[in-house]
């Protein structure tokens, strides 16, 4: 699965791409997490929202999610690259009617017996990923289980500079050494936290007057608590997740279990 490479200035960059096409299981808490204080239930409501927008209204986080809630420069209709006097900065406003309500994240967990660090991509704007919800297939009072069709195509650049970090966090900070260390692949629904915003600041980045939800007694509130508060759905609801892994002792499923495959010059499964 791992390359020991020797670093030269020919590796100072490398196309890295995870091709992907298969089921994956994931898991709804339903419960939230946290002290016993905080904790409560999610409301059904909540994830009645998740079945029925997240094959529809999901996107990969990434360059493209990135860049388009950056301030951007403008003369008259015309971008530019740079500001100079009398060009205006634009920022994007996220919108409700358009943009996704959740965000997929793809990330990578190095680890070995002393622990272990989380590497998040920064994938191309030509990166994308497709879900469907498939089925239910488990569900007890603590969480939920989901059958997820993925397929797509993730890129990016995996430089020997990161390599060559990667390799010293595993050895020097004392988790294992690099023959022995283990990659998990994390793929995860989360709340697309630009568009929460636009319900909780103005513009300038002041708090509303009014609020869509608050804490009370160290738990989530909303205000009010129906289908009709997106941004407490988005709060509130839990981040979805599942995991790939090459570990032999683990309850996630093995990448020789999956058509999923990553290629680089320096690691690969």
């Not at 919108?95 to 920064?122: A, C, T």
Request: aromatic share 14%; proline share 4%; with cysteine.
């Amino acid at each position: 699965m791992f390359h020991n490479i020797k670093l030269n200035k020919k590796q100072r960059m490398a196309k890295a791409t995870i091709e992907i096409d298969d089921k994956f299981t994931f898991t709804w808490n339903k419960i939230t997490v946290g002290s016993e204080k905080s904790k409560r239930n999610v409301p059904a409501f909540v994830k009645q929202f998740f079945e029925k927008n997240i094959s529809t209204r999901s996107e990969l986080l990434g360059a493209a999610f990135h860049d388009r809630y950056v301030a951007k420069y403008y003369e008259g209709d015309t971008r530019v690259k740079k500001w100079s006097p009398g060009v205006k900065e634009f920022k994007y406003n996220a919108n409700p009617e358009i943009d996704p309500f959740f965000l997929i994240q793809v990330e990578f967990l190095f680890r070995g017996g002393k622990g272990g660090f989380f590497y998040s991509p920064n994938f191309t704007k030509d990166s994308e990923i497709k879900v469907k919800l498939i089925e239910v297939v488990d569900e007890n009072d603590e969480r939920i289980q989901y059958n997820c069709q993925l397929t797509g195509s993730l890129e990016w650049d995996y430089k020997s500079s990161h390599f060559k970090n990667h390799v010293e966090k595993v050895e020097e900070g004392g988790i294992c050494p690099w023959d022995d260390v283990s990659i998990d692949v994390r793929i995860n629904f989360r709340d697309n936290y630009e568009l929460k915003n636009i319900f909780l600041y103005n513009e300038k980045g002041y708090k509303l007057p009014t609020q869509p939800i608050e804490l009370i007694d160290n738990k989530i509130v909303g205000n009010p608590e129906n289908e009709t508060n997106l941004c407490f759905i988005l709060d509130i609801m839990p981040n979805v997740l599942t995991v790939m892994t090459n570990q032999v002792s683990s309850t996630w499923p093995d990448f020789k279990t999956k058509n999923i495959h990553m290629k680089c010059k320096y690691l690969n499964f």
